[in-house]
């Protein structure tokens, strides 16, 4: 990463924050949904590095990427112009309408991820959370696991449940040893 981008991308992580701060009162769990974070930005030199991982483990043209609560919508907007076609879910309509006015051509959708299911339509699952309580947020990762295509990338932010490493359908491509994991499904066997 030269230079510039880092200086970029630190620019970037200040806008994000200072919105965080003053739309979404900082850190915190969400108004009236203590199982979920409210906005919380993944420094975006760690999400370059993840979605260029992505992009370089998948096979897929414009691979088709999915961002878990997508908050303000830049981690969407950084995938969709990397080449990835983008959708985000996201639960505050607030955040879905500022995410709106920054990056107009990010498609985000009004929907709740305790219920919505349709991860195996993506090459490419990207989650910071964004559930608080563990164990929810374990069920939610095992979810996606469970429904994701083979060859299917998971880019993991605050990944809680690492089951996936005993039961051998899941490559790791990168991971920084702590917090963040990007995952492989073994491709279909035919
Ligand atoms: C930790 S922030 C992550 C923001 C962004 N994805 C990133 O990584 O920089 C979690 C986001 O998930 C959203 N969220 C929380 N619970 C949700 C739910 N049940 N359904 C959809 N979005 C949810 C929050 O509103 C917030 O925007």
């Known amino acids: ?3 510039d981008a880092e200086i970029l991308a630190t620019q970037i992580d ?4 200072s919105l965080g701060t003053w739309i979404a009162g900082g850190i915190g769990h969400l108004k009236n ?3 979920s ?3 919380a930005g993944n420094p975006t030199l760690q999400t370059l590095t993840m979605l260029h991982v992505a992009l370089e483990g998948t096979s897929a043209k414009s691979p088709a990427l999915l961002e878990c609560g997508s908050g303000f919508g ?3 907007a950084l995938a969709r112009e990397l080449g990835f076609s983008v959708t985000g879910i996201e639960v505050v309509p607030e955040y879905i309408e500022l995410s709106r006015r920054l990056f107009p ?3 985000i959708v009004e929907d709740d991820l305790l219920t919505w299911d349709h991860f195996g339509d993506f090459d490419v699952v990207y989650y910071n959370g964004p559930f608080a309580h563990d164990q929810i947020q374990a069920n939610f990762e095992r979810r996606i696991e469970t429904r994701l295509r083979p060859g299917g990338i998971i880019l993991a932010v605050r990944k809680v449940d690492h089951t996936w490493q ?3 359908a899941f490559d790791l491509l990168w991971t920084d040893g702590a917090l963040r994991w990007v995952l492989r499904k073994h491709p279909a066997v035919a």
Do not use: L, T, Y
């Open 1 to 3: 990463m030269n230079h």
């Open 14 to 17: 200040g806008i994000a924050h």
């Open 37 to 39: 974070w409210g906005f």
């Open 33 to 35: 949904r203590p199982e």
């Open 74 to 76: 830049f981690v969407a």
């Open 166 to 168: 005993a039961s051998g």
């Open 105 to 107: 051509a990010v498609r």
